[in-house]
Protein backbone atom coordinates (compact mmCIF):
# COMPACT_ATOMS: atom_id res chain seq x y z
CA UNK A 1 0.00 0.00 0.00
CA UNK A 2 1.62 3.03 -0.96
CA UNK A 3 2.32 6.21 1.64
CA UNK A 4 4.47 8.67 0.63
CA UNK A 5 5.20 12.06 -0.08
CA UNK A 6 6.22 14.06 -3.48
CA UNK A 7 7.54 17.27 -2.76
CA UNK A 8 6.48 20.21 -5.22
CA UNK A 9 7.81 23.08 -3.34
CA UNK A 10 10.39 23.27 -0.48
CA UNK A 11 11.38 27.40 -0.46
CA UNK A 12 10.68 30.00 1.96
CA UNK A 13 8.59 32.95 0.96
CA UNK A 14 9.99 33.50 -2.48
CA UNK A 15 10.47 31.20 -5.34
CA UNK A 16 14.08 31.40 -6.37
CA UNK A 17 16.87 28.59 -8.04
CA UNK A 18 13.91 26.41 -9.45
CA UNK A 19 12.20 26.42 -6.11
CA UNK A 20 8.86 27.07 -5.13
CA UNK A 21 7.27 27.78 -2.14
CA UNK A 22 5.71 24.88 0.15
CA UNK A 23 3.72 22.29 -1.36
CA UNK A 24 3.42 18.61 -1.29
CA UNK A 25 1.31 15.65 -1.80
CA UNK A 26 0.70 12.83 1.04
CA UNK A 27 -0.16 9.67 -1.25
CA UNK A 28 -1.77 6.89 0.82
CA UNK A 29 -2.56 3.96 -1.13
CA UNK A 30 -5.41 5.51 -3.79
CA UNK A 31 -6.09 8.91 -2.42
CA UNK A 32 -4.15 11.95 -3.02
CA UNK A 33 -3.84 14.96 -0.13
CA UNK A 34 -2.32 18.05 -0.60
CA UNK A 35 -0.34 20.14 1.95
CA UNK A 36 0.11 23.79 1.42
CA UNK A 37 -0.42 25.69 -1.63
CA UNK A 38 2.51 28.30 -1.93
CA UNK A 39 2.84 29.95 -5.70
CA UNK A 40 3.34 27.45 -8.68
CA UNK A 41 1.82 24.48 -7.14
CA UNK A 42 -0.41 23.76 -10.29
CA UNK A 43 2.50 24.07 -12.18
CA UNK A 44 4.29 21.19 -10.54
CA UNK A 45 1.48 19.09 -10.95
CA UNK A 46 1.84 19.19 -14.47
CA UNK A 47 5.67 18.69 -14.32
CA UNK A 48 5.33 16.09 -12.21
CA UNK A 49 2.42 14.59 -13.98
CA UNK A 50 0.13 14.49 -10.90
CA UNK A 51 -3.68 14.44 -11.73
CA UNK A 52 -5.92 17.37 -9.95
CA UNK A 53 -8.53 14.75 -10.83
CA UNK A 54 -7.31 12.75 -8.11
CA UNK A 55 -7.15 14.98 -5.62
CA UNK A 56 -9.33 14.85 -2.33
CA UNK A 57 -8.36 16.87 0.65
CA UNK A 58 -6.24 19.74 1.11
CA UNK A 59 -4.48 21.19 4.32
CA UNK A 60 -3.74 24.15 4.41
CA UNK A 61 -1.18 25.02 7.44
CA UNK A 62 -1.52 28.75 7.67
CA UNK A 63 -2.13 31.87 5.47
CA UNK A 64 1.04 33.73 4.52
CA UNK A 65 1.16 33.85 0.96
CA UNK A 66 3.94 31.63 -0.07
CA UNK A 67 1.12 29.06 1.87
CA UNK A 68 -1.57 30.09 0.28
CA UNK A 69 -1.63 31.93 -2.89
CA UNK A 70 -1.39 28.71 -5.45
CA UNK A 71 -4.85 27.85 -3.80
CA UNK A 72 -7.80 30.45 -5.89
CA UNK A 73 -5.86 29.41 -9.02
CA UNK A 74 -5.94 25.22 -8.54
CA UNK A 75 -9.45 25.70 -7.04
CA UNK A 76 -10.24 27.27 -10.65
CA UNK A 77 -8.17 24.67 -12.76
CA UNK A 78 -9.96 21.72 -11.34
CA UNK A 79 -13.00 23.42 -11.81
CA UNK A 80 -12.24 24.02 -15.76
CA UNK A 81 -11.05 20.50 -15.65
CA UNK A 82 -14.59 19.19 -15.24
CA UNK A 83 -14.31 18.37 -11.72
CA UNK A 84 -17.76 17.16 -10.36
CA UNK A 85 -16.70 15.34 -7.06
CA UNK A 86 -16.39 17.13 -4.40
CA UNK A 87 -13.22 18.98 -2.70
CA UNK A 88 -12.31 19.49 1.14
CA UNK A 89 -9.99 22.04 2.31
CA UNK A 90 -9.18 22.36 5.84
CA UNK A 91 -7.23 24.99 7.35
CA UNK A 92 -7.60 27.98 10.26
CA UNK A 93 -9.91 30.99 10.75
CA UNK A 94 -9.95 33.23 7.77
CA UNK A 95 -9.36 30.79 4.94
CA UNK A 96 -13.13 30.84 4.06
CA UNK A 97 -12.98 33.92 3.16
CA UNK A 98 -9.64 34.47 1.18
CA UNK A 99 -10.95 31.89 -1.21
CA UNK A 100 -14.35 33.11 -1.28
CA UNK A 101 -13.70 36.24 -1.75
CA UNK A 102 -10.65 35.66 -4.65
CA UNK A 103 -13.10 33.65 -6.39
CA UNK A 104 -15.83 36.28 -6.38
CA UNK A 105 -13.82 39.04 -7.57
CA UNK A 106 -12.11 37.17 -10.50
CA UNK A 107 -15.83 35.86 -11.57
CA UNK A 108 -14.86 32.23 -11.02
CA UNK A 109 -18.34 30.29 -10.69
CA UNK A 110 -16.85 26.34 -9.20
CA UNK A 111 -19.40 23.56 -10.46
CA UNK A 112 -18.20 20.80 -8.13
CA UNK A 113 -18.85 20.60 -4.17
CA UNK A 114 -16.39 22.84 -2.62
CA UNK A 115 -16.62 22.53 1.64
CA UNK A 116 -13.86 24.73 3.61
CA UNK A 117 -13.23 23.79 7.13
CA UNK A 118 -12.00 26.26 9.35
CA UNK A 119 -10.31 24.84 12.50
CA UNK A 120 -9.05 26.37 16.08
CA UNK A 121 -4.99 26.01 15.62
CA UNK A 122 -4.39 26.32 18.88
CA UNK A 123 -6.54 23.23 19.56
CA UNK A 124 -5.11 19.81 18.96
CA UNK A 125 -7.92 17.50 17.15
CA UNK A 126 -8.71 14.98 14.74
CA UNK A 127 -10.05 16.70 11.65
CA UNK A 128 -10.29 14.54 9.36
CA UNK A 129 -10.31 10.66 8.56
CA UNK A 130 -11.10 7.60 6.20
CA UNK A 131 -11.68 4.11 6.50
CA UNK A 132 -7.92 3.61 6.12
CA UNK A 133 -6.12 7.41 7.61
CA UNK A 134 -6.53 9.63 10.13
CA UNK A 135 -5.51 13.18 10.29
CA UNK A 136 -4.62 15.04 13.04
CA UNK A 137 -3.88 19.05 13.65
CA UNK A 138 -1.82 20.15 16.49
CA UNK A 139 -0.33 23.65 17.06
CA UNK A 140 2.79 25.31 15.88
CA UNK A 141 4.38 28.83 17.30
CA UNK A 142 4.60 31.26 14.44
CA UNK A 143 3.59 34.63 13.94
CA UNK A 144 -0.01 33.61 12.62
CA UNK A 145 -2.17 31.13 13.72
CA UNK A 146 -0.67 27.97 12.27
CA UNK A 147 -1.06 24.19 12.38
CA UNK A 148 1.03 21.08 11.89
CA UNK A 149 -0.87 17.69 10.55
CA UNK A 150 -0.17 14.50 11.28
CA UNK A 151 -1.04 11.46 9.06
CA UNK A 152 -1.70 7.96 10.93
CA UNK A 153 -2.16 4.75 9.67
CA UNK A 154 -5.68 3.12 11.07
CA UNK A 155 -4.62 -0.76 12.29
CA UNK A 156 -5.64 -3.17 9.72
CA UNK A 157 -6.93 -6.45 10.30
CA UNK A 158 -5.24 -9.30 10.76
CA UNK A 159 -4.05 -11.26 7.47
CA UNK A 160 -6.33 -14.41 7.49
CA UNK A 161 -5.04 -17.76 6.25
CA UNK A 162 -7.60 -18.87 3.85
CA UNK A 163 -5.54 -21.94 3.44
CA UNK A 164 -7.16 -23.49 6.41
CA UNK A 165 -10.85 -22.57 5.38
CA UNK A 166 -10.85 -26.58 4.15
CA UNK A 167 -8.56 -28.06 7.57
CA UNK A 168 -10.80 -26.39 10.09
CA UNK A 169 -14.26 -26.34 7.78
CA UNK A 170 -14.19 -22.54 8.36
CA UNK A 171 -17.36 -20.91 7.06
CA UNK A 172 -17.02 -17.85 5.01
CA UNK A 173 -19.35 -16.15 7.95
CA UNK A 174 -16.49 -17.00 10.47
CA UNK A 175 -14.10 -14.75 8.89
CA UNK A 176 -15.12 -11.21 9.37
CA UNK A 177 -14.65 -12.18 13.26
CA UNK A 178 -11.32 -14.45 12.76
CA UNK A 179 -9.85 -11.32 11.08
CA UNK A 180 -10.61 -8.59 14.16
CA UNK A 181 -8.66 -11.35 16.20
CA UNK A 182 -11.96 -13.89 17.46
CA UNK A 183 -10.59 -17.37 17.90
CA UNK A 184 -12.75 -20.15 16.21
CA UNK A 185 -14.56 -23.44 17.62
CA UNK A 186 -14.61 -25.96 14.68
CA UNK A 187 -18.02 -28.26 14.70
CA UNK A 188 -16.81 -30.42 17.16
CA UNK A 189 -15.83 -27.69 19.58
CA UNK A 190 -12.25 -27.81 19.71
CA UNK A 191 -11.35 -23.63 19.89
CA UNK A 192 -8.51 -22.60 17.34
CA UNK A 193 -6.46 -19.69 18.58
CA UNK A 194 -6.51 -16.51 16.55
CA UNK A 195 -3.16 -17.03 16.02
CA UNK A 196 -2.99 -20.10 14.39
CA UNK A 197 -5.61 -18.83 11.88
CA UNK A 198 -3.91 -15.15 11.45
CA UNK A 199 -0.77 -13.56 11.01
CA UNK A 200 -0.09 -9.78 12.38
CA UNK A 201 -1.40 -6.95 10.67
CA UNK A 202 1.46 -4.80 8.76
CA UNK A 203 2.70 -1.84 10.96
CA UNK A 204 0.67 1.16 10.93
CA UNK A 205 3.01 4.07 9.57
CA UNK A 206 2.95 7.97 10.30
CA UNK A 207 4.02 11.39 8.87
CA UNK A 208 4.26 14.97 10.60
CA UNK A 209 4.72 18.10 8.67
CA UNK A 210 5.69 20.98 10.72
CA UNK A 211 5.07 23.86 8.74
CA UNK A 212 6.82 27.25 9.85
CA UNK A 213 7.29 27.20 13.42
CA UNK A 214 9.94 28.77 15.95
CA UNK A 215 11.97 25.41 17.80
CA UNK A 216 9.28 24.54 20.34
CA UNK A 217 9.68 21.07 22.31
CA UNK A 218 6.03 21.77 22.49
CA UNK A 219 5.84 19.81 19.61
CA UNK A 220 7.37 16.52 20.63
CA UNK A 221 3.85 14.65 21.89
CA UNK A 222 2.66 15.18 18.31
CA UNK A 223 5.67 14.26 16.22
CA UNK A 224 6.58 11.68 18.62
CA UNK A 225 7.87 8.46 16.84
CA UNK A 226 6.71 8.94 13.23
CA UNK A 227 8.14 7.52 10.38
CA UNK A 228 8.96 10.57 8.53
CA UNK A 229 9.03 14.10 9.44
CA UNK A 230 8.59 16.86 7.81
CA UNK A 231 10.34 19.93 9.81
CA UNK A 232 10.95 23.32 8.20
CA UNK A 233 14.95 24.19 8.24
CA UNK A 234 14.80 28.15 6.78
CA UNK A 235 18.18 29.02 7.81
CA UNK A 236 21.41 27.45 9.33
CA UNK A 237 22.61 27.85 12.64
CA UNK A 238 24.58 30.95 11.79
CA UNK A 239 21.41 32.91 11.86
CA UNK A 240 19.36 31.53 14.73
CA UNK A 241 18.81 34.75 15.96
CA UNK A 242 17.15 36.06 12.95
CA UNK A 243 15.42 32.59 12.77
CA UNK A 244 14.15 33.74 16.36
CA UNK A 245 12.68 36.95 15.08
CA UNK A 246 11.04 35.81 12.58
CA UNK A 247 9.35 32.69 14.28
CA UNK A 248 11.23 30.07 11.93
CA UNK A 249 13.54 27.11 12.78
CA UNK A 250 17.51 26.40 11.94
CA UNK A 251 18.38 22.89 10.10
CA UNK A 252 19.84 22.06 13.88
CA UNK A 253 17.15 22.47 15.50
CA UNK A 254 15.01 20.97 13.21
CA UNK A 255 17.34 17.72 13.75
CA UNK A 256 17.43 18.03 17.79
CA UNK A 257 13.88 18.01 17.50
CA UNK A 258 13.54 14.97 15.23
CA UNK A 259 16.05 13.41 17.78
CA UNK A 260 14.34 13.77 20.92
CA UNK A 261 10.89 13.16 19.54
CA UNK A 262 12.25 9.62 18.31
CA UNK A 263 11.41 9.58 14.58
CA UNK A 264 12.65 7.56 12.00
CA UNK A 265 13.55 10.08 8.91
CA UNK A 266 13.64 13.78 8.61
CA UNK A 267 12.98 15.49 5.88
CA UNK A 268 14.05 19.55 5.97
CA UNK A 269 12.15 21.76 3.92
CA UNK A 270 11.09 25.71 3.94
CA UNK A 271 14.59 27.04 2.56
CA UNK A 272 15.58 31.02 2.89
CA UNK A 273 15.95 32.37 -0.65
CA UNK A 274 19.62 33.17 0.43
CA UNK A 275 20.84 29.89 -0.17
CA UNK A 276 21.34 28.37 -3.77
CA UNK A 277 23.29 25.54 -2.29
CA UNK A 278 21.57 23.79 0.38
CA UNK A 279 24.35 21.13 1.17
CA UNK A 280 25.23 22.91 4.68
CA UNK A 281 21.71 22.91 5.18
CA UNK A 282 21.70 19.11 5.45
CA UNK A 283 25.60 18.81 7.01
CA UNK A 284 24.56 20.46 9.72
CA UNK A 285 21.19 18.76 10.33
CA UNK A 286 23.27 15.22 10.10
CA UNK A 287 25.63 16.30 12.21
CA UNK A 288 22.73 15.99 15.02
CA UNK A 289 20.41 13.46 13.30
CA UNK A 290 22.34 10.78 10.48
CA UNK A 291 18.92 10.22 9.08
CA UNK A 292 18.15 13.31 7.38
CA UNK A 293 17.33 14.31 4.26
CA UNK A 294 16.58 17.46 1.94
CA UNK A 295 13.14 17.66 0.50
CA UNK A 296 13.99 18.75 -3.37
CA UNK A 297 10.94 19.21 -5.44
CA UNK A 298 10.17 16.04 -7.84
CA UNK A 299 11.55 13.56 -5.13
CA UNK A 300 9.50 10.74 -3.77
CA UNK A 301 9.90 10.19 0.22
CA UNK A 302 8.54 6.64 1.31
CA UNK A 303 6.44 6.57 5.00
CA UNK A 304 7.55 3.53 6.81
CA UNK A 305 8.99 -0.13 5.06
CA UNK A 306 5.48 -1.93 4.03
Known amino acids: MHFEILILGSNAALPAFDRNPTSQIVHHHDRLFLIDCGEGTQKRFN???????????????????????GLPGLINSINLNGRTSRLLIFGPAGLRRFVETSLEISY??????????????????????????????????????TAGYRFEEKLRLRKFKSELIPVYKISHEDIPGIKQ?????TAGGEIIPNNILT?????????????????????????????????EATFMS?????AR????????????????????????????????DLSGLLSEAKAIFPESQLALEGHYFQVGNN
Do not use: W
Not at 181 to 185: A, I, L
Not at 238 to 242: D, P, V
Open 181 to 185: GKDFT
Open 245 to 276: ERMHSTSAEAAEIASIAGVKKLLLGHFSSRYR
Open 199 to 231: EDPPLTRSYAFCSDTIYDPGLLPFIKGVDLLYH
Open 238 to 242: ELKTQ
Open 47 to 69: DFKVKRSRLEVIFISHLHGDHVF
Open 108 to 145: AHINYELLIHEFDTELPQLIYENDELAVHSFPLKHRVP
